[in-house]
């Protein structure tokens, strides 16, 4: 039997998880510090660091109680190296390293995009090849998955991340971070079709460029300030979120025309948008294309897709020694 301790600390949420045997999810705690950051309208890294530390001995206690197991039960430590911030990382390496060396176990180096696309390993197999689509604060990708362990990535963005994006409009709207959820719910009250943005980069490849969209919605945003209408926060909301789910779905189909594979798995906060999930998945079913599903929790950073992504990658990461954080490690 294989049981994976995994630590995920490369932003700010600090996350701890027990893996069994590569597909159950014994336990996945975690400790989000948005509260804390929400004063300054984004991550503080030296902050985030801090915070990790502070909780990090607690949470693993906390995910071998849950899991009914000791350390004397884990036969593999787990740990995101990158991509993520420095500081924040390196809490969870050093306390993985520890782990690893005094259990005498193997240290599994995991790259976080490979953690978002294999959180679908929970409870289920994940078949090659497919599309993956990862839309979080810090990436914007389309990787081609032809099998396990080759990561080819055909699109991704240029500039801004689309979830960066959401936080720096709800944050001109003055309604708070992270903008993602906030502006999902302020959304649904709203007219989508009241305000056209242009969708970035419509008839031209499998990139992405969200930064003149912001500025664009930003630019609007300031414009309807100086009228002295109120600001009709739930038509931007709505029409800026349909035009991010318009701009995934057109790159995500044309993805497919260039690829052999038939099924889209997602992954990434981003993902947790029912408006934008909705969209994929309709766009899927037109063209015949499978989409796969994510629970949501599972979608916003967790320890448990790191744990996922080290049992189903060995051989790949076992050329990774020793461990850098943020090494530029490949996908
Ligand atoms: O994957 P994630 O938890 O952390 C990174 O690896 O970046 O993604 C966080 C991002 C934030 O930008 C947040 O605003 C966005 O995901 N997000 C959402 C939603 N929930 C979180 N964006 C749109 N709609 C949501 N419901
Ligand atoms: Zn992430």
Request: aromatic share 6%; with cysteine; proline share 5%.
């Amino acid at each position: 039997m294989k049981m994976i301790l995994a630590i995920e600390t490369s932003c700010d949420d600090t996350s701890v998880a027990i893996i069994k045997n590569g597909k159950t999810i014994l336990s996945n705690v975690l400790s989000s510090q948005i509260k804390s950051h929400q004063a300054y309208g984004g991550v503080v890294p030296e902050l985030a660091s801090r915070l990790h530390a502070e909780k990090i001995n607690y949470l693993i206690d906390k995910a071998l109680n849950d899991a009914a197991v000791t350390f004397q039960d884990i036969t593999a430590c787990a740990v995101t190296v990158g991509p993520g911030l420095e500081g924040a990382l390196l809490v969870g390496v050093s306390v993985a390293k520890v782990i690893a060396s005094s259990l005498n176990i193997p240290l599994i180096p995991v790259n976080h995009i490979h953690g978002h696309i294999y959180a679908h390993l929970a409870d289920h197999s994940l078949e090659c090849p497919f599309l993956s689509l990862i839309v979080s604060g810090g990436h914007t990708q389309l990787i081609h998955v032809p099998q396990h362990d080759s990561f080819d990535i055909i699109g991704k963005t240029r500039d801004d991340a689309a979830g960066e994006v959401f936080d720096k409009v709800a944050r001109a709207l003055g309604l708070g971070y992270p903008g993602g959820p906030i502006i999902e719910k302020t959304a649904q009250t709203g007219d989508a079709t009241r305000f056209k943005f242009t969708i970035p980069m419509k008839h031209d490849g499998l990139d992405f460029s969200f930064s003149g969209l912001k500025t664009a919605v930003i630019q609007l945003i300031k414009s309807l300030e100086q009228t002295d209408e109120p600001l009709p926060i739930a038509d931007i909301c709505a029409s800026f979120q349909k035009v991010v789910a318009d701009t995934l779905v057109i790159k995500t189909m044309r993805a497919f025309e260039t690829i052999s594979a038939q099924r889209l798995i997602v992954g990434g906060g981003v993902i947790a948008n029912t408006y934008i999930t909705t969209a994929l998945a309709d766009a899927c079913k037109k063209r015949g294309i499978d989409y796969i599903p994510i629970p949501r929790q599972l979608c916003t950073d967790n320890a448990a897709m790191i744990g996922l992504a080290a049992y189903c990658l060995p051989t790949y990461y076992q050329n990774l020694q020793p461990i850098r954080v943020n090494s530029g490690l490949p996908l």
